[in-house]
């Protein structure tokens, strides 16, 4: 709604649209969408750069090796969580289940604030999370952390593994967020708001 909102509005720098990475996966995830992805929007500024952790219950493996071998000696018994049809860790679980062989089955819901209970109480057993959402529940022991996103290990925690270095290179995967304006709006408008934000992040 937000997005569509933005998208036909003018392009006068008044009304714009802060978005994760479901801005560029939304054109190939559907068939029809009130706005085009790529032509109604301008893009003005990236935010952040981050990467999602796999976690398991306690009571699942404590390696993505073991939970796969799991999973395939136990086919569609392993569920997985999301925190929406068409979400990025939606996305990055079929992913994993496509690369692995997996074979875990998803159960969407709406948001982080009801996938987190549910992983808690066993709902649901995997699940990518973004590090902000898992990382004190990780610290307490409530979850496994089986690896993280990307082509390193994260700094927040340093004794997970990184998918490639689990040989998943297709599991190199950065969340981020961005401002968004309406298609169309002149460069010099939209370097001001860059360096305005610039500024005073400095």
């Known amino acids: 709604i937000g997005a569509d909102a933005v998208a036909k509005s003018p392009a ?7 978005n994760i990475q479901g801005q560029a996966i939304s054109a190939s995830l559907y068939r029809k969408l009130p706005f085009d992805a790529v032509k109604d929007f301008t893009p003005i500024v990236q935010l ?20 796969i071998a799991l999973g395939k000696s136990q086919p569609g018994k392993i569920n997985f969580g999301s ?19 997996l074979g875990a089955v998803h159960v969407p819901y709406k948001g982080d604030a009801p996938l987190q209970p549910a992983l808690l109480a066993n709902e649901v057993q995997l699940a990518f999370l973004p590090l902000s959402a898992a990382v004190q ?15 390193k290990r994260g ?7 990184s998918m ?19 298609g169309g709006m002149p460069r010099d408008l939209t370097a001001r708001i860059r360096d305005e934000r610039s500024e005073e992040h400095t």
């Open 12 to 18: 006068d720098g008044y009304s714009l649209l802060l």
């Open 48 to 67: 952040t750069s981050s990467y999602m952790v796999l976690v398991g219950t306690t009571a699942m493996p404590g390696t993505v090796k073991e939970v």
């Open 83 to 101: 925190t929406g049809l068409g979400a990025p860790p939606h996305m990055a679980m079929e992913l994993f289940n496509s690369v692995t062989g």
């Open 137 to 151: 529940h990780i610290k307490a022991g409530k979850m496994r952390a089986l690896g993280v996103t990307g082509a």
């Open 155 to 161: 700094s927040a925690l340093p004794d997970v593994p």
């Open 164 to 182: 490639a270095e689990l040989g998943l290179n297709e599991l190199d995967i950065n969340g981020w967020i961005g401002i968004f304006g309406p």
